[in-house]
């Protein structure tokens, strides 16, 4: 089973509608499309460009307005998905659940489906400058093309809820992120081929790049879109089959061979999922 994912490394910058956004987004899926990706994945906080539109007097929006655009950016996201025959990894968008602000991965089925993954760890400054709320539930996705998860930056700093995902059938785990230095970038990009390497999965990542100089928060941004696997002679030495140029403005595509996965757990180098001790540390 063979399966072609695009990540896109989304430029975030201002606009002053809600047309301009789904045209941006467009243009990307248009972009996957010619090189035939049936997952697209957008990062992490892709929304707060929506925060950029400003209010009556021109001022950004808050972190607290962005569920105003929920309706919208599912039915825009729906629609492309059916449109273009793709899967896609809409980011993340902040929804309000209960009283409680949830940055929340949305899964896009070709078929007009949804899938919801709300983050489930997060950074002190999403608790202290935008009062987020934390996911409560890990949950797979079943697909034509195989099991995923979705989860979102910090998360994969947590060898747990990967290993978590992994033991629900997950072979490819898709990374939204966001991180708006070197050193935040860092921490995400090293630890997913931690979880590369641990797990024997892939792992999916892209961040955003691009700036929003009236949105707080969201000035600065690092990020670069890899496609990760574990590290072992049927794969590339470096666990890297494809990465963009940091800060950049592009696409990146690469076919993902589930067989081989399949052949390293039972026979590679090192079988890192079949040797785990469960007996001293249980998968969960």
């Not at 007097?57 to 309706?71: M, R, S, Y």
């Not at 002190?124 to 697909?143: I, R, S």
């Not at 939204?176 to 990009?189: I, L, M, Q």
Request: hydrophobic share 40%; charged share 25%.
């Amino acid at each position: 089973m063979k399966l072609r994912v695009s990540a896109v490394q989304y430029k975030l910058q201002t606009i002053t509608s809600f047309e301009q956004f789904a045209a941006q987004v467009e243009h990307y899926i248009k972009t996957a499309e010619e090189f035939g990706a049936e997952f697209i994945l957008f990062p992490e906080f892709m929304t707060t460009q929506l925060m950029s539109i400003g209010d009556e007097n021109g001022k950004a929006l808050g972190i607290e307005d962005l569920p105003n655009f929920t309706e919208a950016y599912e039915a825009l996201f729906t629609q492309l998905a059916k449109h273009y025959n793709v899967h896609i990894i809409a980011g993340t968008h902040v929804i309000k659940k209960d009283d409680k602000l949830l940055n929340t991965a949305h899964l896009f089925y070709p078929d007009g489906a949804i899938g919801r993954q709300p983050k489930l760890h997060i950074t002190p400054t999403e608790v202290t400058e935008w009062n987020m709320g934390a996911g409560e539930g890990l949950t797979v996705f079943e697909t034509d093309k195989g099991t995923i998860a979705v989860l979102t930056c910090y998360d994969i700093e947590f060898p747990e809820i990967v290993r978590m995902a992994k033991v629900k059938g997950a072979d490819v785990i898709f990374c939204p992120s966001c991180t708006d230095d070197r050193h935040g970038f860092y921490r995400v990009r090293y630890t997913s081929h931690a979880r590369a390497v641990e797990n024997q999965v892939y792992v999916v990542l892209t961040g955003t790049v691009g700036s929003l100089p009236t949105v707080d928060f969201m000035r600065a941004n690092y990020g670069q879109a890899a496609i990760i696997t574990p590290n072992d002679i049927p794969f590339p030495p470096r666990g890297i089959m494809a990465e963009g140029e940091i800060n950049d403005d592009m696409i990146v595509t690469a076919d993902l061979d589930l067989d081989l996965l399949y052949e390293v757990r039972e026979r590679g180098a090192v079988t890192t999922w079949r040797d785990r001790r469960v007996d001293l540390y249980p998968d969960w």
